[in-house]
């Protein structure tokens, strides 16, 4: 893939570099102060750059380059490493499998974004589910009605159940709260699937929906602190099956131990 790629370690001053927006998550400028208020020239890495188009894209390291400008007063030439012949879609790769000295780890939902941008099977595949399903999924962390911010929470989900079974969550969550932000929380996401993976043959779905819209999604959120167990998912699905089976006959109601001892390991 990247056979043809070459390198050169090369000066550049700053305000020749750009960000590519496609894959790259936007400069923080609360953590560009703080990195450089514990800046060590020693442990500096030099910023990876791609010279693609006579442009260059910064996708290693802008918060180093931000830091260096930051220390100078202005733009400065600082050490570089080019790399001649990446497409947008290897920058994209490159930059979801970052790990510098001082770069943090890369966000769950920049990361996706980026592997989007790189064609990645999977994401694409997530991606267009969401959105059909009426979500929006554009890896943003800012919550709106729609919005789907937790976007490790869903993928953990999309990776452990089929695609039959995935689609049916987002329904339910959909026709419940029609995609008010707040059911949109990982905790909801993640209550609603494992009441429904685990009590799938027996769940009347269109009562769960109907029980579940005339409920805030924050009454849920409050009643699942209230159980001990320390699996976040698992308390929120035991306080979403009480809602189901409040009023129902005893024979009817569904039984809390499929979820108590539910782990998405063994899924």
């Keep these: 893939m990247f056979e043809d790629v070459t390198t050169r370690m090369q000066r550049i001053n700053t305000k020749k570099m750009l960000i590519d927006p ?29 010279n693609r188009d006579g442009k260059y894209y910064i996708f290693d390291g802008q918060h180093t380059a931000a830091v260096l400008k930051m220390r100078n007063g202005g ?3 600082i050490d570089c490493k080019v790399f001649y012949g990446l497409t947008q879609k290897d920058e994209a ?3 979801a499998q970052q790990s510098g000295e001082m770069a943090r780890r890369v966000e769950s939902n920049a990361k996706m974004k980026a592997l989007y941008t790189a064609g990645d099977v999977d994401i694409v595949e997530l991606k267009n589910l969401v959105e059909k399903a009426g979500f929006i999924f554009d890896f943003a962390g800012y ?20 695609c039959q079974e995935f689609r049916t969550i987002l329904q339910i ?6 995609g008010e932000k707040d059911s949109l929380r990982r905790e909801i996401i ?10 799938k043959p027996n769940l009347d779905i269109d009562r ?34 009480r809602l189901y089976n409040k009023g129902r006959k005893v024979k009817h109601r569904l039984s809390e131990e499929p979820v108590i001892e539910f782990s998405w390991s063994k899924r």
Aim: aromatic share 10%; net charge positive; hydrophobic share 40%.
């Design 190 to 199: 993640g209550g609603v699937a494992i009441l429904y993976l685990v009590h």
């Design 22 to 50: 496609a894959y790259q998550r936007e400069l923080n400028p609360t953590r560009v102060k703080k990195i450089a208020s514990k800046f060590n020239p020693c442990l500096v890495n030099e910023v990876k750059v791609s």
């Design 208 to 241: 769960m929906v109907q029980v579940f819209q005339k409920e805030y999604p924050n009454s849920i959120l409050r009643a699942g602190k209230e159980f001990t167990t320390s699996q976040a998912d698992i308390k929120y699905a035991r306080a979403l099956l």
């Design 75 to 77: 733009d400065v030439d």
């Design 143 to 162: 919550k709106t009605n729609r919005r789907i911010c937790c976007c490790a929470q869903v993928y953990r989900i999309f990776r452990m159940t089929t």
């Design 173 to 178: 969550i959909m026709d419940s709260w029609n």
């Design 93 to 95: 790769e490159l930059f």
